[in-house]
């Protein structure tokens, strides 16, 4: 029987392992700054971007815009509630006493994560370069209610991208004293040929379509844009267009490592480079963790980058409040007051 110490199948290998008396230092910070960041990501993920479901569902006209900052915003809402999951099995040194189908359910959500996010922010890309483009087929044609079959479709093909780790995620024992959730893609042969053509074959994949593909769509639409707005002499561009780029390129830094180190696992099962698996087993870890963080970070970048946003989510948190704590009599003459005030300004 294999032993977990001595094999550990891609994610189990690389993951963080819990201090013990043989670890090193470098383990044991790898080990609590990646619980630290888990429940940090957990936090401010299902907060912020709870917030902003809320404030978009609620108190904002419902625009392609905002279709799709809500769509990114549920994402990583659904992704964040099973955080405390991976949080407990990394404190539990990789043991899942969960069961198979929560181990397979948590692994497809995390992909599922990233193929959406992809998919969306490409689409955003797309959307933008349409709409400077083409500006009258937009005025025509670009509605919410096209929006809403985008986003189906989004979630149609994250669902379709993200299957096959549903599929193969399972569960294993290489003792009788703990469960641990890996990939078995040829069965309980976790070192066939089989096996390493089916793992290298999907993170391959993986990298093609969520990844290369999406970022030479987003980087030509972006080039298009910048020449257009540059032959047209336009002065500048709207804070919607502001706020997607800076959301992509938060994206690239958070996904990007993860891409990497996780191909870089698959090179050092097969070349068994000593000093690239030191760098791997460093590296992984911590991409990892920067990978999480992009489920938090959305929500900030709203409401510190977009000023009509942030306007947004303050005059909510007020009326909200107004709502819950003033009385009546007084509600209805603020609300009355309100009116005439918003009906001045336009």
């Known amino acids: 029987m294999e032993n977990a110490t001595t094999f550990h199948p891609f994610i189990l290998r690389y993951s963080t392992q819990p201090p013990s008396s043989y670890d090193s230092k470098e383990k044991q910070i790898l080990w609590i ?3 630290i960041i888990f429940s940090l990501t957990f936090l401010l993920g299902t907060l912020g971007n709870g917030l902003v479901i809320w404030i978009t569902t609620l108190n904002i006209k419902r625009t392609v815009n905002v279709m799709w900052y809500l769509n990114l915003a549920t994402v990583d809402f659904i992704f964040t509630l099973f955080l405390p999951f991976v949080i407990a099995n990394t404190a539990l040194s ?3 006493p969960l069961g198979r189908y929560m181990c397979k359910l948590n692994t497809m959500l995390i992909n599922l994560n990233l193929c959406a996010s992809v998919l969306q922010l490409t ?3 797309i959307d933008r370069c349409i709409s400077i483009v083409y500006p009258v087929w937009c005025r025509n044609h670009r509605t919410p209610r096209l929006a809403s079959f985008v986003v189906l479709a989004i979630w149609i093909l994250a669902l379709v991208f993200s299957s096959p780790f549903f599929i193969f995620r399972d569960t294993h024992s290489f003792n009788s004293q703990k469960m641990y959730c890996i990939y078995k893609f040829d069965g309980d042969n976790l070192r066939s040929e089989v096996a390493s053509s089916r793992e290298m074959g999907l993170l391959v994949t993986r990298f093609i379509i969520t ?3 999406p970022f030479i769509i987003i980087v030509s639409c972006y080039i298009i844009i ?3 707005i540059q032959r047209d002499h336009m002065a500048k561009t709207s804070k919607p267009f502001k706020i997607i780029a800076v959301v992509i390129v938060s994206f690239l830094v ?3 490592p993860y891409q990497v180190f996780a191909l870089l696992a698959m090179s050092v099962k097969r070349t068994k480079d000593k000093s690239l698996n030191h760098v791997v087993a460093v590296g992984y870890p911590l991409a ?8 938090c970070i959305n929500p900030i970048l709203y409401v510190f980058v977009g000023q009509n946003f942030k306007e947004k989510f303050w005059r909510s948190i007020h009326s909200a409040f107004e709502n ?3 009385e009546e009599p007084t509600k209805l003459c603020c609300g009355a007051e309100n009116v005439i005030v918003a009906s001045s300004n336009f």
């Open 288 to 295: 990892r963790s920067l990978m999480y963080i992009n489920s």
């Open 254 to 256: 958070c996904w990007f």
């Open 211 to 213: 990844f290369f593909i």
């Open 324 to 326: 819950d704590f003033v």
């Open 123 to 125: 689409v955003i890309s």
């Open 33 to 35: 700054f990646s619980i």
């Open 94 to 96: 990789h043991h899942w």
């Open 226 to 228: 910048t020449f257009r």
